[in-house]
């Protein structure tokens, strides 16, 4: 079974600097999505950002950008000019892309952001 | 843009309560997901659907079952709450395909059991 793990708890940040949150990931598959996902203090989970594990080019969004290392099997999110809205929890998420996952994904513990002005 | 609704914000039931918390999207989504969000331990799926009337299990089912009746619908079931499903209940729905996948969340029902 595919596991996710994030040993954050939590982060802190001031505003305008750069923090990065980490991620390790355990699969024995070769096709799958990695993503970050924030969950601001009104509950609405959204999409930050997506890796595809073929492709060897880090995924960026603006002041979102990750690191993936595919053979650590590691995924970090790098935000850049920290804002204030960037406060939140922070998940991270596989799916496996192979077989019959029906969307499934996978998420870790979550992170909190702060961020300090 | 993809609109997932949840029926309550917050919710206080009494042990023994029978529970219903409903869920709809608004963009045609196959997958319709249930998670529980505790702290420290993230989101563990509950039950999920690929298609009207189908379920699937996740990892944490004990305790609950799911319905869809309809494609935009679905439904979780608390038959008899217990103080150990308080928690936080997130919905969520995403279309099926090979790739790209993108899970649409709900906001949120806060759940308390007494």
């Known amino acids: 079974a595919q596991t996710v793990t994030q040993s954050q708890p939590e982060m802190s940040v001031q505003e305008a600097e750069t923090v990065t949150l980490s991620c390790t990931y355990d699969?024995?598959?070769?096709?799958?999505?990695l993503f970050w996902y924030k969950q601001p203090p009104s509950r609405q989970m959204i999409l930050v950002i997506r890796?595809?594990?073929?492709?060897?080019q880090n995924a960026t969004e603006n002041r979102f950008s990750v690191n993936f290392q595919k053979a650590a099997k590691s995924f970090s999110l790098k935000i850049s000019d920290s804002q204030l809205g960037d406060a939140a929890m922070y998940f991270c998420?596989?799916?496996?892309?192979?077989?019959?996952?029906?969307?499934?994904?996978?998420f870790g513990q979550g992170t909190i952001l702060t961020v300090h002005p | 843009d993809v609109k997932v609704t949840q029926s309550s914000r917050y919710l206080v039931k009494r042990t023994g309560e029978k529970v219903f918390l409903e869920c709809v999207q608004d963009?045609?989504?196959?997958?319709m997901f249930w998670y529980r969000q505790d702290p420290g331990l993230g989101l563990r799926l509950i039950y999920f659907?690929?298609?009207?009337?189908?379920?699937e299990k996740g990892d944490i089912p004990e305790g609950y079952s799911v319905s869809r009746e309809k494609k935009e619908r679905f439904s979780l079931i608390l038959e008899s709450a217990s103080t150990n499903q308080t928690s936080m209940y997130l919905c969520?729905?995403?279309?099926?395909?090979?790739?790209?996948?993108?899970?649409?969340f709900g906001p949120g029902t806060r759940l308390t059991v007494t």
């Open positions: 969520a729905s995403s279309l099926f395909s090979s790739g790209g996948v993108e899970q649409y």
């Open positions: 699969t024995s598959e070769s096709d799958y999505y």
């Open positions: 890796q595809e594990a073929y492709k060897q």
């Open positions: 998420a596989y799916y496996n892309a192979g077989g019959t996952s029906y969307g499934k994904l996978t």
């Open positions: 963009m045609d989504h196959e997958n």
């Open positions: 659907s690929y298609d009207v009337k189908m379920k």
